[in-house]
Every structure is written in structure tokens, then in C-alpha cells.
């Protein structure tokens, strides 16, 4: 188990984009009406399983970096913060918009960052902006940056249309073998960004307190996609009982290094994935679901930027209050934990830009 913790990180704003185009679990299953015949499959199985009534999509063709650079500038204007002072910019995402260079380079021009900023793409799977907030935040207590952004666009779209593609032409396939296809139907798009900085910069004195990472990896074949095709094979059943045990042994340790006990948080945001899950990872750990926030039923499991777009929704829907001890409980395929603690002291709320699906959190007085 590794730890960390800080005395001069602040999480000063988060911002996220959704997509206009919303796609019910319904709509899927209509795309899907050869399987369903074919296997005789009940109307409604794949959102009683999930818990997920509708995800969104991005325009056919957009590229990631386009939409995560208006979500950094809405990050960075919410955080008030002078761009000379972001020395490090991390794009996070599993989606991105070539194999080289970074994605986060596009982003870094188009945003008119410093050139003395680290400029680098973070991949692992769901953990990847939760990643990228250790390291800038790292970098932060180090001295070596005053502040960092953390962005990433995840696209589904590709993922969805190609599954059901193979699902509807491969007519060898059984109820059974169409097991590991269903885990791709839930995701969804979007996109976040999150400013940390350090304290003397801070207008919002929301500490990041520190956290703790763990690797399990004996389930890294658990969850695998194929390369350049967007398809993705998932054993979802004995992904969630590694993957909450994974977060069960983590747990203690996070209390530990935090100094709390588990009735000392105060709210939490977790990965979206399912329903069973949330269920799941709540009585492992003890925790009430009542502190939770989720967001899986509108947006489904959209990757990397699932927990922070929770967060910044959860945010400005009032979730959270001033003094409250948060918990980022991030799980993701391979199987790595990450968890965060954050110490709340200002209450923030969002304001619209261009159209209610681009929102930003912002700090007022």
C-alpha cells in the first residue's frame, strides 16, 4: 500500500461538458432487435441490470481534445487562476485523439498555457484524471508547479455502434457468450477538468488532504479491450467482487492516513459503473449510500471522468457543505484503487455557458 499526504494542495475548481445527444438503454435494445430475437431476450434487461436508463454521445468524428479544451477554460475561469502559474496540464482520458503525440499538446496550444508547463497524456483506464490529480498535486507539494489542470473527454460512441454491430452479425453467439459484450452498452460520454493549486494561490481553501493507491492486479484480464476496433470483453460479475475487494483492503489505510474513522465522511463520490456495484462497494466498506452522489443513471459509466464529472454535478447540486470531509473512492479495470480526501470550506455554485448541457463550478463569496 502507497500513501500520501498534503499540506499545501487545494482542489480549487472542476468543470465538466456533456453532449446533446442522449440514447436511452431502450434505444439500444431496439438496435439490438436481431439478438433479441434471435436469443429471445426480455425488453428492458439491459437497464434492470445496470441501473443505467440513458447515456450520451458526442457528434460522429468529434475529437476529444476539442471538447476537453473548452472544458479546461472553464475550469481555469471558474478558478480565476492566471494562466501563468499552470505549470503542468495532464490529459487523462482513455479516449484521446491519436496514439502521438499526447493529446494533451493540442490541448496545451489551444488553451495558450505556458511553455514552461509538463505537458503529458495519463492512460489507465477509469483511474486516469484521479492519476493525474496525484501527480499534479505531488508536483504541487514539491514546489515544482504553483498549479496543474487535469482534463480528460471520453467518446462512447465508437465503443456502443460496434458492439452491437458484432452482437447483431455474429449469430453463433449464445446468451451465454453475450455476457462480456453487455458491460460496453452502458458507457457514455463526457467530459471533465479539474485546477488544483497551491495554497497561497487558493481562493477556495478546499484542501486536498492526501489518499492512498493499491493494485490488484491479478485482474487485469478482467476487463480488456481490442485496439484499434473499440471493442471491449468484460467478465462485469467478477470485475465487481476483485474490484470491491480491492476497495475494501485500500479502505483502511485511506481512514488511516486521513486520521478519520469511517463516520467522519461526510459524503462521497464514487466510479460509475451500476447499480450492483454501489451496492456492493457500500456494504463492504460500511459506508451509508444516503452520503453518495451518483450520476450513472442519466450518464452511465463514462470512464475516466466518471467520478469528477460526479463530483462537479454532485457540487452544484449542494451535496456537499462547508467543513465537509469528502471522499473520491476511484476503482478501475487492471485492478488499481485510488482513493482521495478532500477538506471542504467553500461552497460553490455553477453558472451555465452557452447551453445548460456546459456547466461549470465556480466558488462565490
Known amino acids: 500500500m502507497a ?88 490529459h487523462g482520458s482513455v479516449s484521446r485523439d491519436y496514439l502521438e503525440p499526447a493529446t494533451a499538446c493540442g490541448v496545451h496550444r489551444r488553451l495558450a498555457l505556458p511553455d514552461e508547463c509538463l505537458v503529458y ?119 465487481l467482487k476483485e474490484g470491491v475487494a480491492a476497495a475494501r483492503a485500500a479502505f483502511g489505510e485511506f481512514l488511516d492516513v486521513l486520521d478519520w474513522q469511517g463516520e467522519d465522511i461526510n459524503k462521497t463520490f464514487c466510479h460509475q459503473v451500476g447499480r450492483a456495484h454501489r451496492k456492493a462497494l457500500f456494504e463492504a466498506l460500511e459506508l451509508d449510500p444516503a452520503i453518495d452522489f451518483t450520476t450513472l443513471e442519466r450518464l452511465g459509466n463514462t470512464g475516466a471522468v466518471a467520478l469528477p464529472i460526479t463530483a462537479a454535478i454532485g457540487i452544484e447540486q449542494g451535496h456537499v457543505r462547508r467543513g465537509d470531509h469528502v471522499a473520491l473512492l476511484g476503482i478501475g479495470s487492471g485492478i488499481n484503487v485510488v482513493m482521495l480526501g478532500v477538506e471542504w470550506q467553500r461552497s460553490p455554485v455553477s453558472r451555465s455557458h452557452r447551453s445548460l448541457d456546459q456547466l461549470a463550478v465556480e466558488v462565490v463569496d
Open 121 to 239: 497524456d495519463v492512460s489507465n483506464a477509469c483511474l486516469g484524471l484521479l492519476n493525474g490529480m496525484v501527480q499534479v498535486a505531488n508536483m504541487i507539494e514539491l514546489g515544482q508547479v504553483r498549479a496543474g489542470v487535469v482534463v480528460g473527454t471520453e467518446s462512447s460512441r465508437g465503443l456502443v455502434e460496434n458492439t452491437v454491430r458484432r452482437l447483431n452479425q455474429d449469430t453463433r453467439l449464445s446468451r451465454r457468450d453475450i455476457k462480456t459484450a453487455m458491460a460496453s452498452l452502458t458507457i457514455g460520454s463526457g467530459s471533465a477538468a479539474m485546477v488544483l493549486c497551491d495554497r497561497e494561490l487558493s481562493r477556495t481553501g478546499n484542501r486536498l488532504l492526501g489518499g492512498v493507491f493499491r493494485a490488484h492486479t491479478e485482474g487485469c484480464e478482467l476487463c480488456q479491450s481490442e485496439g484499434h476496433e473499440e471493442m471491449m470483453n468484460t467478465d462485469a460479475e467478477t470485475l
Open 3 to 90: 500513501s500520501m499526504q498534503y499540506q499545501n494542495v487545494c482542489l480549487e475548481a472542476l468543470a465538466y461538458s456533456l453532449p446533446d445527444e442522449i440514447v436511452h438503454s431502450s434505444e439500444i435494445e431496439a438496435w439490438l432487435e436481431p439478438l433479441y430475437s434471435r436469443l429471445r431476450l426480455p425488453e428492458g434487461r439491459l437497464e434492470l441490470m445496470s441501473g443505467i436508463a440513458q447515456r450520451r454521445f458526442w457528434p460522429a468524428g468529434t475529437p476529444p481534445s476539442r471538447i476537453s479544451v473548452e472544458t479546461a477554460q472553464e475550469a481555469l475561469r471558474a478558478a480565476r487562476l492566471d494562466k501563468r502559474h499552470v505549470g503542468a496540464l495532464v
